[in-house]
C-alpha cells in the first residue's frame, strides 16, 4: 500500500508539473503574439473618427478576426482605396514595427438619418422646387453612397431622367442649375498669356457650371469655352 502510494504520488506530481510546464509555454506563445480584441480595438477606433462628421446617428460594428499573428506595436488602421464609408465595409490594420503585416476586417457602420425622397413622380429637366421632395429617416449605410441628405443644396437643380414618387433623391440623377442659356446673349471672357479680353456672343446651348459649351460672337465666329456663373463663358488660350 505504501508502495502503490509512493507510485500515486509521483504520478500527480508529474502530472501537476505537465500542466505548470504546458501553461507557461502557452503563455509563452501567447506573448508573441497578436492580441485580436486590440485589433478590432483599433478598427473601431478609427471607425469612429472616419464617421465623426456624418449626419446622424452612428454605430460600428468590426468583427473579430481569427488570426495568428505576431505581436505588434505599432498598428495603423486604414481603408481600402475607392471602399465605402457606411454599410457593411472592410477597414484594414497593419503592423508598422516590429514585423510588417497587414489583416482586413470585416464591419457594419450604420448611419441612421434624413434623406431625401421624392414627393411625386418628376419628368426629365424638371427644375427642383421645395414642393418636389421631403425628408425621410432610414439607415444611410443602406442606401447608394450619392443619395441626397440636404435639401436645400439641390434647389434649382434639374432631373437628369424621370424619377418615380417616393424614390431616394441622388446626386448622379441631378444636374447644376443653368448658367447659360441657349439663345441669350452670353459674356465671353478670352484669357491668354499676358492678356484678358471680354466680349459678347450668343449661346448656343444651355450649360450648368463648368460644362462646355459653344458661343457665336459678334463676328460670327463659333467658339468653345466653360459655363461660369453670371451667363458667362471663360475661354483660354
Not at 427642383?128 to 425621410?136: E, Q
Amino acid at each position: 500500500m505504501r508502495a502503490g502510494s509512493i507510485q500515486a504520488g509521483r504520478h500527480a506530481h508529474n502530472l501537476g508539473l505537465a500542466l505548470v510546464l504546458l501553461s507557461l509555454s502557452t503563455l509563452v506563445q501567447a506573448a508573441g503574439q497578436q492580441d485580436t480584441a486590440a485589433l478590432q480595438a483599433h478598427a473601431e477606433q478609427f471607425l469612429k473618427i472616419q464617421t465623426g462628421g456624418q449626419p446622424g446617428k452612428v454605430s460600428i460594428q468590426v468583427k473579430q478576426p481569427r488570426v495568428d499573428l505576431p505581436a505588434c506595436s505599432a498598428l495603423d488602421a486604414f481603408q481600402p482605396v475607392g471602399g465605402r464609408r457606411i454599410g457593411r465595409i472592410t477597414v484594414g490594420v497593419r503592423c508598422l514595427a516590429p514585423s510588417a503585416w497587414t489583416v482586413y476586417l470585416s464591419a457594419q457602420v450604420s448611419v441612421v438619418g434624413s434623406y431625401a425622397v421624392t414627393l411625386q413622380s418628376l419628368p426629365a429637366n424638371h427644375i427642383l422646387t421645395p414642393a418636389d421632395f421631403t425628408l425621410r429617416e432610414g439607415d444611410l449605410g443602406s442606401l447608394p453612397t450619392d443619395v441626397v441628405t440636404n435639401m436645400d443644396e439641390m434647389l434649382g437643380y434639374r432631373t437628369v431622367s424621370g424619377l418615380a414618387a417616393g424614390a431616394p433623391l441622388r446626386s448622379v440623377l441631378l444636374r447644376p442649375p443653368l448658367v447659360v442659356q441657349q439663345g441669350q446673349t452670353t459674356r465671353v471672357v478670352l484669357n491668354g498669356p499676358g492678356f484678358s479680353v471680354q466680349s459678347e456672343g450668343q449661346a448656343l446651348a444651355n450649360a450648368s457650371r463648368g460644362d462646355r459649351v459653344r458661343v457665336k460672337t459678334r463676328s460670327g465666329q463659333v467658339i468653345s469655352g466653360i459655363a461660369q456663373d453670371g451667363q458667362q463663358v471663360l475661354v483660354t488660350f
